[in-house]
């Protein structure tokens, strides 16, 4: 959590210095944050490698761990092309990409923002926070009324860190280790499949 | 995209052969979380500057939560019929 609040405490001191002139307007014109993302990509790219806990777990839970992420997956695209096709507003490919952000909204708003446009990238922003603060909020609710894997899948790729505490508490402790291998297969994912879709976009 | 995901995977590569060596990777992945407070100041100051997204935002705001909430949304259903269909075969919820 605290470390939510910093990264949003960053972009809004960010916001804050655009909007009221304090930094002269070049440092908005560089390649530079271009680079930036690159770099973030490499080092993303090292903690994955690095990371044997996603071996670890399906060696002890087998396969029917894996289908949680898969679950995660297709609910979230689905119930995006829902929403896409019926508010009308939102072309489908673009609602698709913020959706595979999975509550990383950190990581997909940079990529949606450097590699199709702003304001796709704070719509990223906005929805991936708001995935993150529905499932603290409503947690427990979710487990009595969907059962126990729904606040994993809610959580999106946060269930391996900012969401684990609530989703112990409400589902229980012997679905930490789910939450931490549907968080960690899909934290992998987030680059790959934002990038892959906003291609297309 | 193609360089993105291109060093993405030479990263996992490294990231795969020093992974024996903690002390390397916990302080590489520090580099991730600098990048990413960088990334998001970058952004904010671009947005900032930018009066026709600065508008905008309470319109990006709508979309933004119909498209969370379509994404739990679909999230929460497809969770429910994998508890029922795999995981709770026939037992109650307690």
Not at chain 1, 99 to 122: D, N, P, R, W
Request: charge should be neutral.
């Amino acid at each position: 959590m605290r470390a939510s609040l910093i990264i949003l405490g960053f972009f809004c001191v960010g916001l804050a210095s655009g909007y009221l002139e304090w930094l002269p307007e070049s440092w908005t014109r560089t390649d530079f944050s271009l680079y930036a993302l690159y770099l973030l990509m490499f080092l993303v790219g090292i903690s994955i490698g690095a990371d044997a806990r996603v071996l670890l777990a399906l060696r002890s839970h087998g396969l029917k761990l894996a289908l949680v992420p898969l679950v995660t997956i297709f609910g979230t695209f689905t119930g995006i092309l829902a929403v896409s096709m019926l508010s009308g507003n939102i072309p489908v490919t673009e609602g698709l990409a913020v959706g595979a952000g999975f509550g990383y909204y950190s990581l997909s708003s940079v990529i949606i923002s450097e590699l199709y446009s702003e304001t796709l990238g704070v719509v990223a922003l906005l929805s991936n926070i708001m995935r993150e603060v529905m499932t603290l909020l409503f947690a427990p609710l979710m487990v009595a009324a969907f059962g126990k894997l729904a606040p994993i899948a809610s959580a999106g790729a946060t269930s391996m860190d900012t969401t684990l505490p609530i989703i112990t508490a409400s589902a229980g402790k012997e679905f930490a280790i789910v939450a931490l291998f549907h968080g960690i297969v899909l934290t992998i994912l987030v680059p790959v499949l934002v990038t892959l879709i906003i291609s297309l976009a | 995209m193609l360089e993105i995901l291109a060093l993405m995977c030479a990263g996992t590569a490294v990231g795969y052969l020093i992974r024996k060596r903690p002390v390397l990777v916990r302080w590489l992945e520090k580099g991730i979380i600098w990048s990413i407070y960088l990334l998001l100041f970058l952004l904010g100051l671009s947005i900032g500057t930018n009066e026709t997204i600065m508008g905008q935002l309470p319109v990006l705001g709508g979309q933004a939560f119909l498209l969370s909430f379509g994404g739990v949304g679909g999230s929460l259903l497809f969770a429910f019929l994998a508890w029922r269909l795999f995981f709770n075969n026939g037992k109650t919820n307690q």
